[in-house]
C-alpha cells in the first residue's frame, strides 16, 4: 500500500524531470513547468511521478515528428482543487482514437516499444487513488492537452504553507 506524504509538488516535480533528463535533453524539445513554488501537498507522490512521467514520455514517444522541436507546457494551479494542464504542440490524437487512449493495451506503437498502459496507468492514479478527474483535448494538427484535476479533499492538508510563505 503505497503511502501519502507531505511534499513540495514543485520540487517534486524537479525532481522527476531530472530523473527523465536524458531522455528529455536528447529529444531536444522546450519543457516549460509552471507550477508556484510553494506548493505544499499531503498526497501520494508516486501518483504525480507516474502521471508526469508517463505523459511527458508520451509527448516524447509520440507528439514529434522526427526532426521537429516541439514546445511541451506543464501548468498546475491550485485554486481550492489541484488542476495540471499538461500540453504538447505535437501531431495530436484524431477523436476516435481519443476514445481508447486510456484503455489498457491501446497503443499504436505494438511492436516498437508501446505496451499500451502508460495513460492507462495515468488514469487510474488519477480516478481512483487522486478521486480527480482526467480528460483529452486534441486534434491533429493542434497538440494535445490532458487536463488534470484533483478535489481538495484529496490533497487533505493542501496550502498551510502557501499562505504562510507567501
Ligand atoms: N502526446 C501524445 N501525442 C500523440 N499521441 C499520443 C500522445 N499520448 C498518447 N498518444 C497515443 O495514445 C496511445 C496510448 O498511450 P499509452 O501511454 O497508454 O501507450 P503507449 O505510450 O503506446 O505505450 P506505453 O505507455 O505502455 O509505453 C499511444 O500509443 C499514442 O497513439
Ligand atoms: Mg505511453
Known amino acids: 500500500v503505497k503511502q501519502g506524504a507531505s511534499f513540495n509538488l514543485y520540487e517534486y516535480i524537479q525532481e522527476i524531470i531530472t530523473s527523465l533528463k536524458t ?22 507522490p508516486d501518483s504525480y511521478a507516474q502521471i508526469v512521467s508517463n505523459l511527458l514520455l508520451n509527448s516524447l514517444h509520440h507528439a514529434y515528428d522526427e526532426g521537429t522541436i516541439g514546445k511541451i507546457h506543464v501548468e ?33 506503437r505494438r511492436g ?6 502508460g495513460l492507462s496507468v495515468v488514469y487510474n492514479q488519477v480516478t481512483q487513488k487522486l478521486n480527480g478527474s482526467i480528460r483529452c483535448i ?14 481538495e479533499n484529496d490533497l487533505v492538508r493542501p496550502t498551510a504553507a502557501i499562505e504562510k510563505e507567501v
Not at 531522455?23 to 501520494?44: Q, R, T
Not at 516498437?112 to 498502459?117: A, D, Y
Open 76 to 108: 498546475i494551479k491550485y485554486n481550492g482543487n489541484l488542476k495540471i494542464r499538461f500540453n504538447d504542440d505535437g501531431v495530436g490524437i484524431p477523436l476516435n482514437e481519443q476514445k481508447k487512449i486510456f484503455d489498457p493495451f491501446y497503443t499504436t
Open 23 to 44: 531522455e528529455i535533453d536528447a529529444a531536444g524539445h522546450d519543457l516549460e513547468i509552471d507550477c508556484p513554488a510553494n506548493l505544499h501537498i499531503f498526497s501520494y
Open 112 to 117: 516498437i516499444g508501446g505496451k499500451g498502459l
Open 138 to 151: 486534441s486534434s491533429p494538427g493542434n497538440g494535445s492537452s490532458f487536463i488534470i484535476e484533483i478535489p
